[in-house]
């Protein structure tokens, strides 16, 4: 039984190029969607032979990888993020492993965690359920995990996955997460986010070159729990 590739992406071109050489030829299916880049991320992806499917983000990253997985035709999925590769292990374990003897069960792997190359060897031991069936879904707007409450999580020791973070990236992410717990539900303008400033929520605007400049503006919003 085959397995599809999920991903979703929104302005990766820089990742996009090391992330599509690691996945060539290790799966027989591969979904992308694309939240609506500005940059070449769709067009690199298109130049690598494969489809896009455009679907606008809703700052709800669970939502949008549902919708990725309600795209693939396997049974079986395996989500990955563009800022992450997988060892050779990992690669060679997924083109053999026999997903129909899999009924049941989650497949989590060891995941090495690098911060602008710095290694966080300070990290606790970071699982992550990758691949699972068509039962299996994202469940929340950030930090999102699949409920694989039902499944019995088999850890994979014989591979890894490498998760490379830029700081800059990070921090734009974190902007975003920002809006999120606001309840915002629409993308702000790029370069754009905010920052919990004693309970207020202030708008930060990114800047070429790595600045940053803080605005005398704040966004209204209550506090979700998410």
Same mark, same amino acid.
């Given at each position: 039984?085959?397995?599809?590739? $999920?991903?979703?992406?929104?302005?990766?071109?820089?990742?996009?190029?090391?992330?599509?050489?690691?996945?060539?030829?290790?799966?027989?299916?591969?979904?992308?969607?694309?939240?609506?880049?500005?940059?070449?991320?769709?067009?690199?992806?298109?130049?690598?032979?494969?489809?896009?499917?455009?679907?606008?983000?809703?700052?709800?990253?669970?939502?949008?990888?549902?919708?990725?997985?309600?795209?693939?035709?396997?049974?079986?999925?395996?989500?990955?993020?563009?800022?992450?590769?997988?060892?050779?292990?990992?690669?060679?374990?997924?083109? $053999?492993?026999?997903?129909?003897?899999?009924?049941?069960?989650?497949?989590?792997?060891?995941?090495?965690?690098?911060?602008?190359?710095?290694?966080?060897?300070?990290?606790?031991?970071?699982?992550?359920?990758?691949?699972?069936?068509?039962?299996?879904?994202?469940?929340?707007?950030?930090?999102?995990?699949?409920? $694989?409450?039902?499944?019995?999580?088999?850890?994979?020791?014989?591979?890894?996955?490498?998760?490379?973070?830029?700081?800059?990236?990070?921090?734009?992410?974190?902007?975003?997460?920002?809006?999120?717990?606001?309840?915002?539900?629409?993308?702000?303008?790029?370069?754009?986010?905010?920052?919990?400033?004693?309970?207020?929520?202030?708008?930060?605007?990114?800047?070429?070159?790595?600045?940053?400049?803080?605005?005398?503006?704040?966004?209204?919003?209550?506090?979700?729990?998410?």
């Amino acid at each position: 039984m085959s397995i599809t590739l $999920c991903a979703i992406m929104l302005n990766e071109e820089r990742n996009l190029p090391t992330f599509l050489e690691n996945i060539k030829g290790v799966f027989p299916y591969y979904v992308f969607v694309d939240g609506g880049s500005t940059d070449q991320s769709v067009k690199l992806v298109e130049i690598a032979g494969y489809h896009v499917y455009h679907i606008p983000f809703e700052l709800d990253f669970g939502k949008q990888k549902n919708r990725a997985l309600n795209l693939a035709e396997t049974k079986w999925r395996m989500f990955l993020d563009i800022d992450e590769t997988m060892s050779r292990g990992t690669q060679t374990m997924l083109k $053999c492993m026999d997903v129909d003897k899999l009924d049941g069960v989650a497949v989590s792997f060891f995941r090495d965690n690098y911060l602008d190359g710095i290694s966080l060897d300070d990290f606790p031991l970071d699982f992550q359920i990758r691949l699972f069936d068509d039962t299996v879904f994202y469940n929340k707007p950030i930090h999102e995990k699949p409920d $694989c409450s039902e499944k019995k999580v088999l850890k994979f020791f014989a591979g890894r996955i490498y998760h490379k973070k830029d700081s800059y990236k990070q921090y734009r992410s974190n902007l975003i997460y920002e809006l999120i717990c606001r309840g915002v539900r629409e993308m702000p303008p790029p370069g754009e986010g905010a920052f919990n400033e004693n309970g207020k929520l202030r708008r930060v605007k990114l800047l070429p070159d790595r600045q940053i400049q803080v605005l005398d503006e704040y966004i209204e919003g209550p506090l979700l729990n998410i």
